[in-house]
């Protein structure tokens, strides 16, 4: 979420600038943001060597459900 709202503030000139900025590994990010890419959240513009990562939408809605599996033999509830 930090990586997506340095993006979206800061459109950088490059994976390295959210990388410093953020004190994280280039190598994170560019693998964090090749993932928001597979989601089409982050867009990069090629140019030259360097890739820009931006983000082409005012705001970036996310929905996350997070859950462990259940085990259907062993409920939680108390036998009498």
Known sequence: MELLEEVMERPPESIRS???RLDRDVHDVHDDLNLLA???IIHFEEGGRAKK???PYDTVRLEFEF???RDEGSGSAASA
Do not use: K, N, T
Request: glycine content about 8%.
């Open 18 to 20: 959210p990388a410093d």
């Open 38 to 40: 597979e989601y089409d």
């Open 53 to 55: 990562p931006y983000v």
């Open 67 to 69: 859950g462990l599996p």
